[in-house]
């Protein structure tokens, strides 16, 4: 018997898409704009030119999403001016409708912009996600007159190039080379995660850092480190030995090495103690399934 519970590997992306050439791009025409439910706010029907829109990807069980989403709901209230949209996509339930419809009345207030779910087809998640070479939830889409000008994480630039944008100080230009620059930096961390070659991998890593500062950081307000690429992957990595091991029922008394190595870890990070007695508890009281 397994547990059915996700195991945290790394917050690197939610889900995976089926692998296809990037044919999107920062200034190509934005696709259209398709959806089978809006399930909070006015359908937006389309891009009118004249005005700024940001339409960002996520779903109900992407644990990135739902911390996004205040954040997403204050750049809303703070930026009257431009339409918000949350685009559900890859739900898993089988009452999509449902489930998505109960989330976002749990939110309240807190998910305050339009809310849309994605066709039967994955319309949205085909033109969009793939067509863009985006391989995680959660990811913004910033649209100005009809055009993709910022394509990343709601959480790691959005805001800035809002503020740019409206300012109008934004350079498209620059914004497609990081755009360019933050893919590499995805699969670097991929590599990293994967455990490739360290010496190959500390070669990459200088040169993206290289790039970070001539472009005066590929996220904004975030320097980039291999180093603590390599602390993030190390916490990954024993987080997940850890939680295998709960969910293979070994006692406290065997996962105590496992418990230090991941406390060791998150201090190498500079991040607050887990509460690994609660994430035991919830591994082990999680449901159990026969296996087929």
Excluded at 15 to 43: E, H, M, Q
Excluded at 163 to 169: D, I, L, S
């Amino acid at each position: 018997m397994t547990h059915t519970f996700r195991l945290t590997l790394a917050a690197l992306a939610a889900f995976t898409l089926t692998a296809s050439a990037a044919t999107l791009s920062i200034g190509d025409p934005a696709p259209a704009l398709k959806c089978a439910k809006w399930v909070k706010g006015d359908a937006v029907a389309g891009f009118d030119p004249a005005k700024l829109y940001v339409v960002e990807f996520w779903a109900t069980w992407c644990g990135p999403c739902k911390a996004s989403i205040p954040h997403l709901t204050e750049m809303a209230h703070k930026y009257k001016q431009v339409t918000f949209i949350g685009m559900d996509v890859s739900e898993h339930a089988a009452d999509k409708v449902a489930t998505v419809t109960k989330f976002v009345t749990g939110m309240g207030d807190q998910m305050d912009y339009h809310v849309a779910m994605d066709t039967d087809e994955a319309f949205m998640n085909k033109n969009w996600m793939a067509a863009a070479g985006q391989t995680g939830i959660p990811t913004a889409f910033l649209v100005q007159a009809g055009k993709i000008i910022w394509i990343g994480h709601p959480m790691g630039g959005l805001e800035g190039t809002l503020a740019e944008v409206v300012a109008g100080k934004f350079d498209q230009a620059k914004a497609k080379v990081r755009a360019d620059a933050t893919k590499r930096v995805q699969a670097f961390y991929i590599k990293a995660m994967k455990g490739g070659d360290q010496a190959e991998l500390r070669k990459e890593g200088q040169e993206i850092e290289a790039l970070d500062r001539q472009l005066g950081g590929i996220t904004a307000g975030k320097k980039f480190s291999t180093e603590d690429v390599f602390k993030q992957v190390k916490f990954s990595h024993t987080l997940r030995d850890f939680e295998l091991a709960v969910v293979a029922g070994k006692s406290d008394a065997e996962l105590a090495p496992l418990e230090a190595a991941v406390k060791a870890a998150a201090e190498g990070m500079g991040r607050k103690p887990m509460d690994l007695d609660a994430l035991k508890k919830q591994i082990r009281s999680a449901p159990a399934r026969k296996q087929p």
